[in-house]
């Protein structure tokens, strides 16, 4: 089954063409971060804009390179929630209009589940895992039983892991997105000159939850003292709040495995591209984590275009209803 994936769900308009939902024949990825890098933050009516432009020569590129014609796609799909409003009409359009012109059939998938899937892209990860979706503006703890049985945990009370790390980058005077500046920066800083806190929520009701605003504001207070030239380094603060951001993540996806029996974890989304994390994850005796390739842990289509495949086997083509855009998951509980 050979699908082509549209995702436009933020600020990177992706095509890609996946074949039986783990061969990625091509996936192509425009990148925004130029048009809203001034604003160290995306810009919603700047980016459905720009995705009205890329969108067809996204999706022309994707089948070029992957040498497959219109004729020959078995379906396309589409991310249809959450994300931002304009950013997602633009995607669930075109690829309504494509369906129609083209004659194939149409899913719509849901974001988080997208990132979920992009564990399968390099082989069967085995279900049941717990999955760690760290992006700019996602942080989960997910119980995933299956491809489509995503329960989540837990989520960020405050601040995603990402937003932090681009908050803490912008007051360190670096560029955005921040994570890439702070884990480069880290790599020169003594990861223990700040004991930042660990937040790690041990009452029950908040367990598997995330909050990143107390460790922001400690490092806040840091940089303050940066200005004023006194110790510590930039770089000794950005090792250290990587230090305790990571710690932080790592342990609690820890406690739901122990907690839930599962010994086996995938950490996906923009901040699984860390390196102090990557290593963290290597080499553990006690679990059996999974990170997919770089070219994977940010928003990407091929991870649309895999999970289709399954939505496509599992449901058919989509009702009229699920073409409808939007902005968050409709359920606390679960990825839906
Ligand atoms: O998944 P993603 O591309 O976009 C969404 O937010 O959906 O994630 C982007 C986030 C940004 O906040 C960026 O700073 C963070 O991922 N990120 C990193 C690293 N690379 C990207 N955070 C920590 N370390 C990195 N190496
Ligand atoms: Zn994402």
Redesign the pocket.
């Known amino acids: 089954m050979r699908i082509l994936g549209i995702e436009s769900s933020?600020d990177d308009m992706a095509a890609a063409v996946v074949e039986d939902g783990r061969r990625v024949l091509s996936s192509v990825i425009s990148s925004q971060d130029a048009f809203h890098q001034a604003f160290r933050g995306v810009v919603p009516e700047i980016a459905a804009r720009r995705h009205l432009e890329t969108v067809i020569p996204v999706v022309e590129k994707a089948l070029t390179d992957a040498g497959v014609a219109p004729g020959q796609l078995d379906g396309i799909a589409v991310t249809s929630r959450p994300g931002l409003i304009g950013s997602l009409l633009v995607g669930l359009t075109a690829a309504r209009s494509l369906a129609l012109a083209w004659g194939k059939p149409l899913v719509t998938v849901n974001h988080l589940a997208a990132h979920a899937w992009s564990l399968q892209l390099s082989g069967v990860f085995d279900w049941p895992h717990i999955i760690l979706l760290v992006?700019?503006?996602?942080t989960l703890l997910l119980h995933a039983r299956g491809p489509l049985d995503l329960e989540i945990l837990g989520s960020t009370l405050d601040d995603a892991c990402?937003?932090a790390?681009?908050k803490v980058a912008k007051h360190l005077g670096e560029g955005w997105?921040?994570?890439?500046a702070?884990?480069r920066l880290a790599k020169t800083g003594d990861p223990l000159a700040i004991p930042y806190p660990r937040v790690m929520l041990d009452d029950a009701a908040h367990r598997y939850d995330f909050s990143f605003s107390g460790l922001k504001t400690s490092v806040l207070y840091h940089t303050a003292r940066l200005a004023r030239k006194s110790d510590p380094t930039a770089s000794d603060i950005a090792a250290s709040f990587q230090q305790s951001a990571i710690h932080t993540l790592l342990e609690k996806t820890r406690r739901a495995c122990r907690d839930l029996g599962v010994p086996r974890a995938g950490i996906v989304?923009?901040?699984s591209?860390?390196?102090l994390l990557r290593d963290l994850t290597r080499g553990d005796g006690e679990i059996e984590w999974a990170l997919p390739p770089l070219s994977v842990c940010?928003?990407n289509a091929a991870m649309v275009a895999g999970l289709g495949a399954e939505v496509f086997l599992r449901s058919g083509p989509a009702t009229p209803d699920a073409l409808r855009p939007l902005t968050r998951n409709p359920d606390a509980r679960k990825v839906v």
Do not use: L, R
């Open positions: 933020c992006s700019g503006g996602h990402g937003e790390f681009d997105p921040g994570g890439p702070i884990d989304g923009g901040v591209a860390n390196s940010t928003d």
